[in-house]
C-alpha cells in the first residue's frame, strides 16, 4: 500500500502540534480590529520576561494538516494569524503556511524573530519581533530576517522602559527600517506606560505606528482571545 511505504519522517512532517485555535478580533499589528482565526502552536525557545503564552510552551495535541485546515475553515472567516510560543520552532508551520496561502486566507505570521524567515511563503504577511534589551533575549535577534521583509511585512518593538525605547530608535536608524517595512511599537503589559510611550514617540517624529494590545484591553490576560 502507498501509506505504508512512505517514510517516518514525512508522515512526522505532515503534522503539528497546537496548542489552542480561537476566533477573536486581531489585537495587533496593522490588521487590528479584524475577525481572525488564530492557530497557536506550541513551543518557544526564548523565555522573554512579559511573556503572556507561557501555557503554550508546552502540552497542545498534534494535528494533521488536512484536520488543522478544516478547524480553521470551520470559522468562516478569511484572515488567519499563525502565532505561538514560536511557530517557527515546527519545520511543518511552512507547510501550513503555504497551504493556508493556497486555501484563499489573508495569512499573518507572528514571530520572535529569533529564527530564520526566509522559507515562509511570499504571501504571508510576516510580523517579526526585534527583541529588546528588557526582554532579556535580545541575544537572540536574528538581524539577517530584516534583509528579506517585503513592505508589508511588520518589525514589532515591545518597549519594557525608556532605555528599551531608545534601544529601538537606536535601531530603526542603523540598520535603517525606517520606509522598508511596517514598524511597531508596545508598550509591555503592566511594565510601560502606555501615554508616557505615546508621548516619546510624538516628540521624536518617530515613523512608527504605536500600538495597544487590543485583545487585553478586551478581555485581559485571558487564553482563547
Ligand atoms: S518569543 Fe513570544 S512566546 Fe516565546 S517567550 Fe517570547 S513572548 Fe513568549
Redesign the pocket.
Known amino acids: 500500500m502507498k501509506t505504508s511505504l512512505q517514510p517516518t519522517s514525512a508522515r512526522v512532517a505532515a503534522r503539528l502540534r497546537i496548542s489552542e485555535i480561537f476566533l477573536s478580533l486581531q489585537g495587533e499589528s496593522t490588521s487590528v480590529g479584524l475577525p481572525t482565526v488564530f492557530v497557536r502552536l506550541t513551543g ?5 520576561n ?5 501555557y ?2 508546552q502540552g497542545g495535541e498534534y494535528l494533521q494538516l488536512p484536520e488543522l485546515l478544516a478547524q480553521v475553515a470551520a470559522f468562516q472567516v478569511r484572515h488567519v494569524t499563525v ?4 511557530p517557527l520552532a515546527q519545520p511543518a508551520c511552512l507547510s501550513l503556511l503555504t497551504q493556508l496561502c493556497d486555501a484563499g486566507y489573508s495569512v499573518s505570521l ?5 529564527l530564520d524567515v526566509s522559507g515562509v511563503d511570499a504571501r504571508v504577511v510576516k510580523v517579526l ?1 526585534l ?1 529588546t534589551p528588557g ?1 532579556g ?1 535580545v541575544e537572540r535577534n536574528l538581524y539577517r530576517n530584516l534583509e528579506v521583509l517585503a513592505p508589508r511585512d511588520q518589525v514589532k518593538f ?1 518597549i519594557c522602559d525608556r532605555a528599551d525605547y531608545e534601544w529601538a530608535r537606536a535601531q530603526i536608524g542603523e540598520r535603517r527600517l525606517a520606509g522598508r517595512c511596517e514598524l511597531l511599537f508596545s508598550p509591555a503589559w503592566g511594565q510601560q506606560d502606555a501615554t508616557r510611550l505615546a508621548e516619546w514617540i510624538l516628540a521624536d517624529r518617530l515613523p512608527v505606528r504605536f500600538q495597544l494590545q487590543l485583545h487585553k484591553i478586551l478581555w485581559g490576560d485571558a487564553p482563547g482571545h
Open positions: 518557544c525557545p526564548l523565555r522573554c512579559y511573556c503572556d503564552t507561557e503554550a510552551f502565532t505561538g510560543g514560536e507572528e514571530t520572535s524573530g529569533a519581533d527583541k526582554s533575549e515591545v
